[in-house]
Structures are given as structure tokens and as C-alpha cells.
């Protein structure tokens, strides 16, 4: 699988000087990142973009590793039938119309099919969005080359993906808008052949990724899949789509994939310590918590320290860590003494920490300080939920020396964020430079902080 993402030379077949068609995309998006060498491929042309174009494949010189096609559907047999003649291990098939357009197409697909398996060719695709490594610069895809205006911005947590379009959108969306750094996303579409399993077996092998995020349709393989994930050394979150009646039906006019009985899916995956989501944003809420902080294994709850501004907001948070099989941690004797030097004897610390009592006797950083200091330091306490709003100068919250207190202890921390526009924006900002999950619900908080004690 490696010449898929370290190719030395790639041959684009359908590249185009038309800006609106994905032969183009494809080429400008490796010009902006890849250093290896790029062949456009196309009859109709000598030149595109300032580089040699070839009528065929078989014109192409060494180095080459692999093709990328982005050719009409019922070409692309052929197409790939003459990259096996010029002895490329593999192709990503960026074309739709196949099996997911119906009898017509699936046709054309199980001809790939047989080529593969006659030749020992690997084909990624079709109908897929292909590769996105965002450490290395390699955009081996026809997304919008305005996903560079942005700037790819690097990370440990790499996904796969059973969906074009999605891929691209929610990359972009993640990493404008989120601010959330990504290693690789494959894009996979109707897996004619390379499919989750082959990828997944890369990426846990992959030194740039610490956790692979999932959305599939169908498992290609169910008993591979299941024995990878067993055995993976790296966290895995799944997102299962199709699990409804209508959500299968629409699975299969999407990549033709037909989904699998989803309670028997949940069950193994439960066996397998597989981390199952139920939308897009909690997939990436559990990566991102999970490149943060070490499953912990532990046979009982997580004991939860919540520090708070507000009470109503630590009843809420109590509420949902029940819901989720987390407990309030008890606050030990020597805790609640430490306490005692911030709080007023009128109210005496429990868990929730309520602190305005204390930010109003000692002041806002004393007390969120102290206060981060001694939950710690209790061996009783698992993690910390922090609270905090930003906005106004009394708000002006000094987060680093709060933050390393926890990571000093070892004592994984969440936060949980309100407050106005400008203030929060430079709050989260300075929260992912010290690697902080941020949150912007309280639910979102808690079920991913119960990703890592389940």
C-alpha cells in the first residue's frame, strides 16, 4: 500500500485545462504540494499547466508509481487494463458511474474487479475523492485546490472515508472551522478492491497517525476488520451509516454498499474496544480526545472532578456524567483543607467545585488555580471539567498555568467554554496551542471524556 501515499511519481489520465472539471483539480492540487514527478495524460493535449502531456499511458517515463484516473465510466476498464500494461502496482479511480448508477454500472465495476484479481493490480475506488495527507502536502484528490488558500493543517488523526464529497467538505469544515489538525483522509467510495481493512492496516502501522476515525457504509471484510481492530494499538472510532432501514436503502443508491445487521456491527465492535459515534462531529469530538489522552482501561467509572463558575452548570454536568457512566469523584479530607484557603467559611468546597464564592473573596486566577491544584493532586480524581467563560475583565481567565497543573499531574483535563465572540475565539485558540479540548455543550464534553474510561 506504501506507493499509494509515497509515490515518487504519479501519471494523472483525464487532465484537463478545463478549470471546472476534476482532471484539473487533481493536477493543480499536485503541483501545490507534491515533489515527486507528475505526468498529466491526454491525447488532446501537449501541454498542461507548464507540464509535458502524454497521449498515453504507456508514453510515461520512470519514475511512476501509481495513476490517478478521472475518466468517463465506461473507459475506464480499458484505461486501467493499460496501466497493468505499463506495470503500475495501482490506480485511485477518482470517475463515478458505477455500481452505485445501477445494472449499467455495476457491469463496468466487476470488470475492474476482474482485472485486479487477475492481474494483482490494487484499485482504489471508484467514485471516491481519493488522498489527503495533510503532514506531508499531498493532495492526491480533484477536491477545490482553495482547500490550500486555507493551508492544510497537520495532525495525528487520519480518516477513512465512504464518501467523496463528505470527505472534502468535512475536511475543510474541520480544519477552518474547528481548527483541528489532520494527518490523512482516504476517501475509499465503492472499494472494487483496496477497501477499509487494507487501509486501516496502514494507518495503525503509520508514525503521523495516533488515532484513525472511520465512516463506513458496508465492511468488506467483517472478520478482518473485527480481528484488526482487536488487535490495534491504536484507539479507533466508527461511525456506522445505514443502520436504519431507510439509511441502508440509501447506502445503497449512495456506494451500492449494503449495510450490515447494525445491533450484531455494535456488538462486535463493543468486543473489538472500537469506539462507535453516532454523527460526524462526535467522530471528531472522540479522535480529537483521544490523540489527547490515552484510553485509561480502568474497570470502574472515571471519577470526575468538576471545577465551575456557575451551579446550574454543575448539576447539568453531573446529570450527563451518570448518563454516561461516569461518577463525581469524592473529594478527599486533605483536598477540601487545600480548599479552604480560597473559599469562604460560609461555603465550604464540595464537588461540584462551585467557584464564585472563591473568585469573589480571592480573585479569578487565584481561585481557579488553587482550586485546579488541589482536585490533581487527590488520588481519587480521574479528570478534571473545567468551566470557564470568557468575556469582560474579570474574566480574563490566565488558562496556561491552570492547564499544566493538570498535565504536571497527569490528570487528563476538559473544558468546557461560554461566553462572547472575540473572548472565546482567542480562549480556544490559546486552548489548542496547549492541547485542551474545548466544547462548546456540555454533552459533548462529557461523552467524549467517557471515551476514554470505557
Not at 500500500?1 to 515518487?8: E, L, T
Not at 486501516?200 to 476515525?213: F, I
Not at 461566553?419 to 461523552?447: C, W, Y
Request: aromatic fraction near 8%; charge should be neutral; proline fraction near 6%.
Amino acid at each position: 500500500m506504501d506507493f499509494f501515499f509515497n509515490p515518487k511519481g504519479i501519471a494523472v489520465l483525464g487532465a484537463t485545462v478545463n478549470e471546472i472539471r476534476g482532471g484539473f483539480s487533481i493536477l493543480k492540487n499536485l503541483q501545490h504540494g507534491f515533489s515527486g514527478n507528475i505526468y498529466p495524460v491526454n491525447p488532446h493535449y501537449s501541454e498542461i499547466e507548464g507540464l509535458p502531456c502524454f497521449v498515453d499511458i504507456s508514453q510515461v517515463p520512470d519514475p511512476l508509481d501509481m495513476a490517478i484516473l478521472f475518466v468517463p465510466a465506461p473507459v475506464t476498464p480499458d484505461v486501467v487494463q493499460a496501466c497493468v500494461a505499463r506495470g503500475l502496482p495501482g490506480v485511485i479511480i477518482q470517475s463515478a458511474g458505477f455500481s452505485e448508477t445501477g445494472e449499467k454500472g455495476r457491469k463496468l465495476q466487476d470488470q475492474l474487479t476482474e482485472i485486479s484479481r487477475r492481474t494483482g493490480i490494487r484499485i482504489w475506488g471508484p467514485n471516491c475523492m481519493g488522498l489527503v495527507d495533510a503532514v506531508h502536502k499531498r493532495v492526491f484528490s480533484f477536491i477545490s485546490p482553495s482547500i490550500w488558500d486555507e493551508g492544510l493543517l497537520p495532525g495525528d488523526i487520519s480518516l477513512i472515508v465512504q464518501s467523496g464529497m463528505l470527505s472534502a467538505g468535512f475536511l475543510i469544515d474541520t480544519m477552518t472551522r474547528d481548527k483541528l489538525g489532520i494527518s490523512k483522509v482516504c476517501s475509499i467510495g465503492n472499494k472494487v478492491d483496496v477497501n477499509e481493512c487494507d487501509i486501516l492496516e496502514y494507518l495503525l502501522t503509520d508514525p503521523d497517525t495516533s488515532v484513525v476515525g472511520l465512516y463506513l457504509e458496508s465492511m468488506a471484510e467483517g472478520r478482518r476488520f473485527f480481528e484488526i481492530c482487536k488487535s490495534a494499538k491504536k484507539p479507533i472510532v466508527l461511525l456506522q451509516g445505514g443502520k436504519s432501514k431507510e439509511g441502508s436503502r440509501a447506502a445503497m443508491s449512495h456506494t451500492a454498499s449494503m449495510a450490515g445487521n447494525s445491533a450484531i456491527v455494535r456488538g462486535a465492535m463493543d468486543q473489538a474496544g472500537v469506539i462507535q459515534a453516532n454523527d460526524f462531529k462526535q467522530m471528531m469530538d472522540f479522535s480529537r480526545t483521544l490523540s489527547l489522552y490515552p484510553k485509561k482501561g480502568m474497570r470502574c467509572p472515571g471519577r470526575i472532578a468538576i471545577v465551575t463558575f456557575s451551579g446550574g452548570a454543575g448539576i447539568v454536568s453531573t446529570d450527563l456524567l451518570d448518563r454516561h457512566g461516569l461518577v463525581l469523584a469524592d473529594l478527599s479530607s486533605n483536598t477540601l483543607k487545600s480548599l479552604e484557603s480560597v473559599f469562604p467559611e460560609w461555603m465550604p468546597a464540595n464537588n461540584p467545585v462551585d467557584l464564585w464564592p472563591a473568585i469573589e473573596r480571592v480573585g479569578l486566577d487565584k481561585a481557579y488555580e488553587q482550586t485546579i491544584h488541589a482536585v490533581c493532586a487527590d488520588p481519587g480524581v480521574d479528570a478534571v471539567f473545567l468551566h470557564a467563560f470568557a468575556g469582560g475583565l474579570i474574566w480574563q481567565l490566565k488558562l496556561k498555568p491552570v492547564i499544566e497543573t493538570a498535565q504536571k499531574a497527569g490528570k487528563p483535563i476538559f473544558l468546557w467554554l461560554i461566553g462572547n465572540e472575540r473572548d472565546s475565539l482567542r480562549f480556544e485558540k490559546e486552548a489548542r496551542e496547549i492541547k485542551v479540548p474545548v466544547f462548546r455543550e456540555i454533552s459533548r464534553a462529557v461523552e467524549s471524556m467517557a471515551t476514554i474510561f470505557s
